[in-house]
């Protein structure tokens, strides 16, 4: 008998207390449990999982944990990648009129939709309603409650996406008469592991969800990740699955598992009309994009403010701070307290960022880029407080694909997730996020669940893609086949499968690709088909089919070939569109010269039973040699080689090393990957070992 022992300790594993586990084996786990019924009685077994992976969750103390140890053999352990919410504060009642512009007779009813997340307040007058029951995977028991400050840091994450969906009161979800269930898989702070993920999507399927929503993720971009390929099991069982694609672009390769998997919908951030601010210097002609911080005031000014660095000049003016270690919101209520009007804090790196401020204060707070710091810095006097009204575009912060390995196009469609307005625990708030617009995507599909109850889950996910319409100036890797479009996606009379022609790497100079699409004509009616023919260039050519014609619920395989020169391309990753009657099929393919990213996610994790440590990480291909080592963060002095590895193999890199006493603390992981050519790649992360 063996098992891989993979879980969160609810509480510290080295007190005597009993702690909750989540044991994962790789027999029947009916026929671990009764062991461990009759072997260790004093074990309490919690749940066990049989459907999408195999597992059982147990009460037990530390030496009982060690018992259950000794009786069996561990061929493998390896650590949960931790996940976090995608949140990054416009009114429910703007973003769902923007994304359903008309009345529809379908309001959801009838159809089953959890949420995976941090939980529901089901006591809230707008949820009360629809609310119909769900589980606590963090806690195990039947009341998947939002974290309460007496718990430990309070969440309201799941609330929030659960408004989205179906909220029915004063305000109204895309499905306000969908059934919502809960899931808890995130405990305080909004942070699990990913054994919790896939116990809580487990419980789904089994209670017989139509649509799943997981406004969740981690940075793993693979497509076999433990957690996707749990959700694309889901799918197989019949459960349309949703999935916030990630809040870390704008840059490409940043989508992040469960997002990564092929057969679920993964949701990418747009703006709905909105007005977003920013700073102007007039003088200079200079714009200052600035990123308004969750939890402080509203930027609100009549008149031009002076900008000053120094905190001794800091009344009445823009104090300008740079992003360090100290929270925003101690920073915000210094800068108060010296009378600043507002706060700007720059980043310590490229780009800008998200925040919010975790105390109360009574000025606005804003993030803005290193570069708009360091421009202030130098020739800032002056600013002038203005808005540019903004819609159908992309947000900076939603993550990019396309996916490493299958090289396959994520997101797959775009919704509202920019300052959306919904319900938390006492109340309303604005947020942001991919976390914001998966669950547009999740109300949408129960619209249409209500509208064709036979549907598969495939075909749904057909239908929104087949309808959607793509933002002008936006590639496939930003936003897939584009904004989702409700009615159109309800009363279509085409499906098209695999719609995404994902031609992959291509290593040779000259390469011919061949992709298929399926179509389906639904009507009732014959439809003849053809693609527009694209422009032709001199290093991408691409061989359509001849129209055709379907009859009535006819389905047809389509090849759609391109010849490519990679040595008369400019761009290492080539995509668009190419249109079959008025619906989009996004193309892409990359060449070896593009900065793939080599490999991700390193953690590491003390196991329960012997103190080791427990690492693993994410690599794309294989390679000759991976090496880990580890700096100080502070000095960045050279401390040990944690791990060196031959001919790793592609996927998921797990083992165990033992790093003693004297390395406590936080380090800088060098990970460095040798190939074939002598080529080097470096990857650096942060751990803390404890």
Do not use: C
């Not at 594993?13 to 586990?21: D, F, K, V």
């Not at 009759?38 to 969750?57: K, R, W």
């Not at 103190?611 to 401390?639: G, P, R």
């Amino acid at each position: 008998m063996s098992f891989l022992l993979s879980l969160l300790l609810l509480t510290s594993i080295h007190t005597p207390q009993e702690a909750s586990y989540i044991i994962e084996v790789e027999e029947d786990p009916h026929v671990f449990a009764e062991q461990l019924r009759t072997y260790h009685p004093q074990v309490e077994i919690l749940a066990i999982y049989d459907t999408i992976f195999n597992g059982v969750a147990i009460k037990a103390k530390q030496r009982e944990l060690e018992q259950i140890n000794r009786r069996t053999e561990i061929t493998q352990t390896y650590p949960t990648q931790t996940y976090k919410t995608q949140s990054r504060q416009e009114n429910i009642n703007h973003s769902i009129p923007f994304l359903i512009p008309e009345t529809l007779p379908y309001t959801g009813k009838g159809v089953k939709v959890g949420v995976i997340d941090t939980g529901i307040d089901h006591s809230h007058p707008d949820l009360q309603s629809n609310y119909k029951g769900g589980y606590d995977l963090v806690d195990f028991d039947q009341d998947p409650m939002e974290t309460t400050p007496e718990q430990g840091m309070p969440t309201m994450h799941g609330t929030h996406v659960a408004g989205v969906i179906a909220a029915n009161g004063k305000m109204k979800g895309v499905a306000p008469e969908a059934e919502l269930y809960a899931y808890r898989a995130l405990g305080p702070g909004g942070s699990g592991t990913s054994v919790q993920v896939m116990a809580a999507i487990e419980q789904a399927v089994k209670d017989g969800m139509d649509i799943i929503n997981l406004s969740l993720g981690n940075t793993i971009n693979g497509p076999d990740w433990p957690t996707s390929v749990a959700v694309n099991r889901a799918t197989e069982k019949g459960v349309a699955v949703v999935i916030a694609n990630g809040n870390t672009g704008p840059d490409l390769w940043t989508v992040g598992s469960p997002a990564t998997a092929d057969r679920v919908i993964s949701v990418g951030a747009s703006t709905p009309a909105l007005k977003r601010p920013f700073l102007y210097d007039d003088f200079q002609d200079k714009k200052i994009e600035i990123v308004p911080m969750q939890g402080a005031a509203d930027w609100k000014f009549n008149r031009d403010l002076e900008v000053t660095y120094q905190k001794e000049h800091a009344l009445d003016k823009i104090l300008v701070l740079e992003r360090g270690e100290i929270p925003f919101g101690q920073l915000a209520l210094e800068a108060e307290e010296l009378g600043a009007k507002a706060v700007l804090i720059a980043n310590n790196q490229e780009g800008t960022f998200q925040g919010a401020v975790e105390t109360k204060t009574s000025i606005p707070v804003a993030a803005i880029s290193m570069e708009d710091g360091e421009w202030l810095k130098d020739n800032g006097k002056y600013l002038e407080f203005q808005y540019e009204h903004i819609q159908d575009t992309i947000t900076d912060f939603s993550s990019r694909g396309p996916v490493t390995v299958n090289w396959a196009i994520k997101p797959e469609i775009v919704a509202p997730g920019a300052n959306i307005v919904s319900t938390v625990p006492d109340g309303y708030q604005a947020l942001s996020g991919t976390s914001m617009a998966a669950p547009h995507i999740a109300g949408v599909l129960a619209l249409l669940k209500e509208a064709h109850p036979d549907w598969t889950p495939e075909q749904l996910k057909a239908a929104i893609l087949t309808t959607a319409q793509p933002f002008a100036n936006f590639e496939p890797t930003e936003q897939g086949a584009g904004k989702v479009n409700t009615k159109a996606a309800i009363a279509t009379d085409t499906l098209v499968y695999q719609s995404f022609l994902q031609f992959g790497k291509i290593e040779k100079q000259n390469r011919q690709k061949t992709e298929k699409i399926i179509v389906e004509n639904i009507s009732d009616q014959t439809k003849k088909y053809s693609f527009s023919l694209p422009k032709q260039q001199q290093n991408v050519r691409f061989q359509l089919p001849k129209s055709f014609t379907l009859a009535p619920h006819e389905k047809k395989e389509v090849e759609v070939k391109v010849t490519i020169r990679t040595n008369q391309l400019e761009e290492t990753i080539k995509q668009g569109y190419l249109y079959l009657n008025d619906i989009p099929i996004p193309y892409m393919f990359l060449t070896d010269a593009d900065e793939i990213p080599k490999a991700m996610g390193l953690e590491l994790v003390v196991t329960p039973i012997n103190d080791a440590y427990q690492y693993q990480l994410y690599l794309v291909e294989n390679a000759q040699k991976l090496t880990i080592d580890l700096y100080d963060s502070k000095t960045f002095a050279f401390v040990t080689t944690m791990t060196e590895i031959e001919e790793p193999v592609s996927g998921v890199i797990e083992g165990a090393v033992e790093l003693g006493d004297q390395l406590k603390g936080e380090y800088i992981a060098n990970i460095k990957i040798e190939n074939d050519s002598n080529e080097t790649y470096d990857y650096q992360t942060v751990i803390w070992i404890e």
